[in-house]
C-alpha cells in the first residue's frame, strides 16, 4: 500500500541550528503534503500546506520565517526549522494525499520527534 | 475556524467492557471524518474512515458513527483488550484536505 516515509525520526541537537525533517510520498505523486506538530499531552495541529512547485501556505500563528518548507518534487516535501530553540521542541508529522487516486485516506508519515537541549 | 473536541480526555476500563468515545466539531462541512490510534511516542494508526455520506463504518470490533448535520461522531470499541490501550484521535478532513485533529483520549484497558 501506499506508504509515506519520514526522516529523521528523532533528532536531538543544540539550541540556534537547523533542523531540517522529510517527507517522502514512496510509490505514489503528492501535489500536497501537510505538516503538524504535537507538543506533549496535546493534539496535533496543522502548521502548513506543502504544495509542490509553489509556496506553502501557513496556518495563523506559524512563523513562516522560522518553519521553511520546500516541496520541489511530487514525491518530497523538506520542513527545516530554523534556529531551533527548546520551545520548538516537539514531534513533527508529515501527511500526504495520492491525488491521482481520488477520494482515497491520506497517509500519514511515522513523525520526527525533535528535541532542542 | 473548525473545532474538534473529544469526551472523555481519559478513560480506564476493565477488559472485555464495551466502551463509546465521543468527537465534536463545530463546522458540518467536512470532507471525511477518521479516528486514529496513537501510541506513546509514535505515529498515527488509521482505524476507520467515514465519509461525509456515510452514517457509519465498522472494522473488526471497531465502530464509527456519522451524523454530520449534529457534528458528532462516535467511536464503538466491543469487548476491550490490553492492547486496546492507546490514545484515539477524531480528525476532521476539510474539502482542502487538512486535517482538524480532535484533543484525544486516553484509554487504558485494565487486564
Known amino acids: 500500500g501506499a506508504v509515506v516515509s519520514q526522516h529523521p525520526s528523532w533528532v536531538i541537537c543544540k539550541s540556534g541550528t537547523s533542523v531540517k525533517i522529510e517527507c517522502r510520498s514512496l510509490?505514489?505523486?503528492?501535489?500536497?503534503m501537510f505538516w503538524y506538530r504535537q507538543f506533549p499531552k496535546q493534539s496535533l495541529m496543522l502548521m502548513a500546506t506543502?504544495?509542490?512547485?509553489?509556496?506553502?501556505?501557513?496556518e495563523q500563528g506559524v512563523e513562516k520565517d522560522k518553519f521553511l518548507i520546500n516541496h520541489a518534487s511530487l514525491t518530497l516535501s523538506t520542513l527545516t526549522v530554523t534556529s531551533a530553540h527548546p520551545e520548538d521542541s516537539s514531534f513533527y508529522i508529515c501527511s500526504a494525499n495520492d491525488w491521482f487516486r481520488g477520494n482515497q485516506p491520506q497517509h500519514f508519515g511515522d513523525g520526527t520527534r525533535l528535541s532542542i537541549l | 475556524k473548525q473545532e474538534v473536541t473529544q469526551i472523555p480526555a481519559a478513560l480506564s476500563v476493565p477488559e472485555g467492557e464495551n466502551l463509546v468515545l465521543n468527537c465534536s466539531f463545530t463546522?458540518?462541512?467536512?470532507?471525511?471524518l477518521q479516528w486514529f490510534r496513537q501510541d506513546p511516542g509514535k505515529g498515527l494508526t488509521s482505524l476507520l474512515l467515514i465519509q461525509s455520506s456515510q452514517r457509519e463504518q465498522t472494522s473488526g470490533r471497531l465502530n464509527a458513527s456519522l451524523d454530520k448535520s449534529s457534528g458528532r461522531s462516535t467511536l464503538y470499541i466491543a469487548a476491550s483488550q490490553p492492547g486496546d490501550s492507546a490514545t484515539y484521535l477524531c480528525?476532521?478532513?476539510?474539502?482542502?484536505?487538512?486535517?482538524?485533529f480532535g484533543t484525544g483520549t486516553s484509554l487504558t484497558v485494565i487486564p
Open positions: 463546522d458540518s462541512a467536512i470532507y471525511n
Open positions: 510509490d505514489f505523486q503528492a501535489t500536497t
Open positions: 506543502s504544495n509542490e512547485g509553489s509556496k506553502a501556505t501557513y
Open positions: 480528525a476532521v478532513e476539510n474539502t482542502g484536505n487538512q486535517f482538524y
